[in-house]
């Protein structure tokens, strides 16, 4: 166990928003984790920043595109897609002597 001489710090820098998940744009706690900060010791207060430190993370990490799925979306027609026509070889390598008439 660690000694510790100071309280651990608020990682609040004043941007008090809310995104979509709930999160702050700031700090990055759930709102949870920002109404209970008072009440946490400095062993949950440290877990608090360390899941901050992964959300900003993910949150500023680029979007991983599969390759694999875009080729499947691309090759795959459209139902509004007109009717593929069929082709038709007028050459002459055709061979009626097999047929019965």
């Known amino acids: 166990m660690q000694l510790e001489f100071f309280e651990v710090p608020s990682p609040c820098i004043g941007i008090c928003q809310s995104d979509d998940k709930g999160q702050c ?10 109404l ?9 207060r440290q877990k608090v920043i360390k899941r901050c430190q992964q959300r900003k993370k993910r949150k ?11 080729e499947v ?7 509004l897609d007109p009717p593929a026509k069929a082709k ?11 047929f019965e008439l």
Do not use: M
């Not at 744009?25 to 920002?34: A, K, L, V």
């Not at 979306?73 to 139902?79: A, I, T």
């Not at 038709?88 to 097999?98: K, M």
């Open 88 to 98: 038709i070889s007028n050459s002459d390598d055709f061979d009626f002597g097999d």
């Open 73 to 79: 979306v691309e090759k795959q027609p459209s139902l």
């Open 36 to 44: 209970n900060w008072v009440s946490f010791n400095s062993d949950e």
């Open 60 to 70: 500023s990490a680029p979007a991983k595109v599969k390759v694999a799925e875009v």
């Open 25 to 34: 744009s700031g700090c990055f706690r759930t709102r949870e984790e920002r």
